[in-house]
């Protein structure tokens, strides 16, 4: 195919494959589109055009070209554009994800960041998470003395929503000890995976009525019906112990929202509206729950291939922590080992590797390429990740290449963005990082971890799904000899 750049309407637009009529260039993306996107990258170049359905998107696959959007000209690429299961869950574009860049977003920036994503707030946080850490672990424990294989996707994923459920309402979303058996548990997957499902008329506006053919519409109403009753029974029942009792010394983002409303905060400078603060929840929920769980089952997929590497982490520790039983906040400041750990999971593993979609807000230019105004702008960190020339062996996990380097989370270094850069960095990273690493040193801590009866290093299945964040397809499944 040629590279020469496409012309369309007088615009030089960057180069890419010749779109077919209708579907455009849609069916170049498989079930994986970081896959996809980063193959067409290694043929048509770092920054390329496509045509999904109708809309015209832009893919960044260097670092530099990273920087210019993230970076150099943030403020023309940092909106959102809008989509059909975005704007339903979001109330209509009411949170932060999914809001276009407004004044509204700025502001709930602003106050999240002051209120629900501060430093302060992930530490009031940590009894939480170190509970919960103790509670999964003694689930292991008590299985794998019965006999049981360890569902270790699961089990992941029922401790960060009992964790994001205790952040938000102050409470577990399932019985002691258990996961799987609460309606919400349901419900909540059931929302995951809608939001990062695919709607036809996302690509073909004029098509919108495939999508109620497909019953794609109806399952969004009912699910997006049932969230919203749940978090409208909350925030009554919370309204009323506010009015009965005065605000509580511990709270949570319920309480942190209502009081705003309640006590008309003075440093808010606005009121949010009933739909504000369930869009909000929607965020911490679904921002929260898949990214923290896929990156702990990731980065375990890991070290289960890489012996060397499972044992360093182990001795650190085991180490660290003593014969204290568990592993507790105090204890993560020694962990260097296990942070270049999770760095590198995160490098290979990124659980949004196209970050956020973002929107082109006025006409601009990349590298003497147009890039028109409402263009839809992906940026491929998959591609980056994995770029020989910032990263040595790219696809050999090795977390030491963290060591003796400045390479942090906050998105200074454009190679390394598993949580953006600029603008629409994401706002929860401390918060995930908080729970992600207290988890993870805990599994490390009380268990030795081997595969099921037969299974070698090799046959470590790393097959991915694409959805909110990407999973690994198969559960990972995991014997666990129990050493607390
Ligand atoms: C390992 C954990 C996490 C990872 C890897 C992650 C990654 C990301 C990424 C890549 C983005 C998009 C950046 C962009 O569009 O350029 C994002 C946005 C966001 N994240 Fe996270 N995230 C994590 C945890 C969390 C948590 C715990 C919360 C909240 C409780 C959260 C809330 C959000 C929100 C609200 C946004 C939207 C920001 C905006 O559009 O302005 N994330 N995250």
Same mark, same amino acid.
């Given at each position: 195919a040629p590279l020469s750049r496409s012309k369309s309407r007088g615009y030089s637009l960057p180069p890419g494959p010749p779109p077919l009529p209708i579907v455009g260039n849609l069916l170049k993306l498989s079930r994986l589109p970081h896959i996809s996107l980063l193959r067409l990258s290694q043929h048509y170049g770092s920054l390329i055009h496509l045509k999904l359905g109708h809309v015209p998107t832009v893919i960044a696959s260097s670092k530099e070209a990273a920087t210019e959007i993230l970076k150099t000209q943030d403020l023309f690429f940092c909106s959102r554009p809008q989509t059909i299961s975005g704007s339903k869950f979001s109330y209509g574009g009411l949170d932060i994800a999914f809001s276009p860049f407004n004044d509204h977003w700025k502001q709930l920036r602003k106050f999240t960041n002051a209120e629900i994503f501060s430093t302060a707030r992930v530490q009031s946080f940590r009894s939480i998470r170190e509970e919960e850490a103790g509670i999964l672990m003694n689930t292991i424990k008590r299985d794998s003395a019965n006999g049981k294989l360890i569902n270790l996707s699961e089990m992941a994923l029922c401790l960060f929503n009992n964790i994001t459920f205790r952040e938000v309402f102050g409470k577990r979303i399932s019985a002691d000890g258990e996961c799987g058996s609460s309606p919400h548990h349901d419900m909540v997957m059931e929302v995951v995976a809608l939001m990062g499902g695919f709607n036809v008329s996302d690509f073909f506006p004029s098509f919108g009525w495939v999508d109620f053919l497909t019953g794609n519409r109806l399952k969004l109403r009912r699910s997006f019906r049932q969230m919203d009753a749940l978090f409208e029974k909350e925030i009554e029942e919370r309204l009323k112990t506010i009015h009965s009792? $005065? #605000?509580?010394q511990h709270q949570d983002f319920l309480d942190v929202l209502l009081l705003c409303q309640v006590? #008309?905060?003075?440093?808010? $400078?606005f009121l949010l509206s009933r739909d504000e603060i369930k869009a909000l929840l929607v965020d911490m929920f679904f921002g929260g729950t898949a990214t923290t769980a896929v990156t702990v089952v990731w980065g375990m997929t890991e070290l289960m291939r890489n012996k060397s590497t499972m044992k360093k982490a182990q001795r650190e520790v085991r180490q660290a922590a003593g014969d204290k039983g568990r592993v507790e906040e105090d204890d993560l400041k020694h962990l260097h080992y296990l942070k270049m750990v999770i760095k590198e999971t995160l490098r290979l593993h990124p659980a949004s590797p196209l970050l956020g979609p973002h929107e082109c807000l006025k006409d601009t230019q990349i590298n003497g390429f147009d890039i028109p105004a409402k263009t839809r702008v992906i940026v491929n960190f998959t591609a980056v990740g994995r770029d020989p020339r910032w990263w040595e062996e790219p696809e050999i996990f090795k977390p030491e290449r963290f060591e003796n380097n400045s390479i942090g989370y906050k998105g200074n270094h454009l190679e390394f963005i598993p949580f953006g850069s600029g603008r629409r960095t994401c706002p929860g990273m401390a918060l995930g990082l908080a729970s992600v690493e207290i988890a993870f040193a805990n599994l490390l801590y009380s268990f030795d971890w081997s595969l099921p009866e037969g299974m070698e290093e090799e046959d470590v299945d790393m097959g991915e799904h694409f959805g909110i964040s990407v999973s690994k397809k198969r559960p990972l499944i995991l014997m666990a000899d129990s050493k607390i």
């Open positions: 009792h $005065g #605000r509580s006590e #008309r905060d003075p440093n808010l $400078g």
